[in-house]
């Protein structure tokens, strides 16, 4: 595959967690990424916070814990060559208590963190369920590389490749 056209997505929290919990209505496009990911064609970025965040259950909500046997499995999920973990340095920091400033849907400091982490490294686009905060900021985050950061769900993501490319209609119909 063209390197090139390798696609570079940042992934929220909540996306990893819904796939360690194979949440249903979600499992099925998060894991279409993760087998793009897998065969080379996708690269999965995450802030370094989120190997802190997914310790739980549901991104909102009721904050139960993950069963402590699944430890392992979350380490070697965020072990996988083609999950690179980012960083939280001063700048990301900075940035992302200006974004909480200038975007008050943004309500929480870790969405404002994967916001400008995102944000910083030009990702194509930003993967979250978090209908809430996040996708409601869609395309209005500039990228240091120029235009607006893409947030969406890996379902809309799906959805949108297969309506830009004739040649895969029909590929993720059940």
């Given at each position: ?94 940035e992302a208590r200006r974004l909480l400033r200038s975007f008050p849907k943004c309500k929480k400091p870790t969405d404002a ?62």
């Amino acid at each position: 595959m063209n390197l090139s056209a390798k696609r570079i997505l940042y992934w929220d929290a909540c996306v990893f967690i819904g796939l360690l919990n194979q949440e249903k209505g979600r499992i099925d496009e998060t894991l279409k990424v993760w087998r793009e990911a897998e065969r080379g064609e996708t690269e999965i970025w995450t802030s370094a916070l989120t190997l802190v965040e997914v310790f739980k259950v549901k991104c909102d909500g009721a904050t139960n814990a993950l069963d402590p046997s699944l430890d392992f499995p979350v380490a070697e999920m965020f072990d996988q060559p083609w999950v690179f973990k980012v960083t939280l340095d001063p700048s990301i920091a900075r940035e992302a208590r200006r974004l909480l400033r200038s975007f008050p849907k943004c309500k929480k400091p870790t969405d404002a963190v994967h916001l400008a982490t995102a944000s910083a490294y030009s990702v194509h686009e930003l993967h979250t369920w978090d209908g809430n905060d996040l996708i409601a900021l869609d395309r209005l985050v500039p990228r240091k590389a120029g235009g607006e950061l893409r947030i969406c769900t890996p379902y809309e993501a799906i959805q949108s490749a297969v309506a830009s490319d004739p040649a895969q209609q029909g590929l993720f119909e059940s």
